[in-house]
């Protein structure tokens, strides 16, 4: 049971380089989410996607892109890393629909510095 | 736009003493979920509550949520040093069903 699995575990990059955080998860969840969480703070929503062919914006999307061309993928892309992107990412997939809906389950988390 | 705040953001308890965590939203719920973060991990699933005042219960740990549902709570009672971690609560909202995370309650326990 693999659940959700995120790659890599660690980075850092320098500022100005790009890197993509990849998600994939085996429940076939329909709901996948990215979710940013600085030092002692909350997780934020980045993007987030309903099923494969569609996402939508969360409430700090700048400076990513996603995409979600199978219902098991979601990676997570970062152009032109800034030092404010510094922080540890998460991926998380749920099954919803209007009668039902689960957990969320998470990855690892992707813990990324930006210098 | 839709908001999940949580209070308070740091709990410092005396181990067996009782606490209580508090979740409001600006928009009514479909569901709201409560989450626990230990040190260093991920958030893992506690409880999903799903009707209007309703209110749950696992051990030690009771989960209300408003009848109006744009509020939830987490009490817990003697608190253990197993307790430590950061709480969340989530809220499902209607209209997107986006999962929007409150801030967190971090606890702290003195033995």
């Known amino acids: 049971n693999a659940g959700v699995t995120q790659t890599p575990k660690f980075r850092i990059l320098k500022i100005g380089q790009s890197m993509t955080l990849q998600c994939t998860q085996d429940?076939?969840?329909?709901?996948m989410y990215w979710y940013r969480q600085d030092p002692g703070m909350g997780l934020k929503l980045i993007y987030y996607?309903?099923?494969?062919?569609?996402?939508d914006k969360g409430e700090v999307p700048n400076g990513y892109n996603v995409s979600r061309s199978t219902t098991e993928d979601f990676p997570l892309r970062l152009e032109l890393a800034a030092p404010s992107q510094t922080s540890v990412y998460f991926c998380?997939?749920?099954?919803?629909?209007?009668?039902?809906?689960?957990?969320?389950?998470f990855g690892q988390g992707t813990r990324l510095t930006v210098v | 736009g839709q908001q999940v705040m949580q209070i308070p953001q740091y709990q410092h308890v005396q181990e067996g003493e009782d606490f209580t965590t508090y979740c409001n939203s600006s928009?009514?719920?479909?569901?709201i979920q409560w989450y626990k973060q230990r040190p260093g991990g991920h958030p893992v699933f506690l409880i999903q509550?799903?009707?209007?005042?309703e209110v749950k219960k696992q051990k030690r740990l009771t989960f209300q949520f408003g009848e109006a549902k744009k509020n939830s709570s987490l009490h817990i009672t003697a608190t253990q040093t197993t307790d430590v971690g950061t709480y969340f609560c989530?809220?499902?909202?209607?209209?997107?069903?986006?999962?929007?995370f409150g801030a967190g309650t971090t606890v702290t326990v003195r033995a």
């Open positions: 998380a997939s749920s099954y919803v629909t209007e009668a039902l809906n689960t957990e969320a389950f």
């Open positions: 429940m076939n969840h329909n709901y």
């Open positions: 996607s309903v099923g494969a062919g569609i996402t």
């Open positions: 928009t009514t719920l479909s569901n």
């Open positions: 509550l799903v009707k209007s005042g």
């Open positions: 989530a809220g499902l909202h209607r209209n997107d069903y986006k999962l929007s």
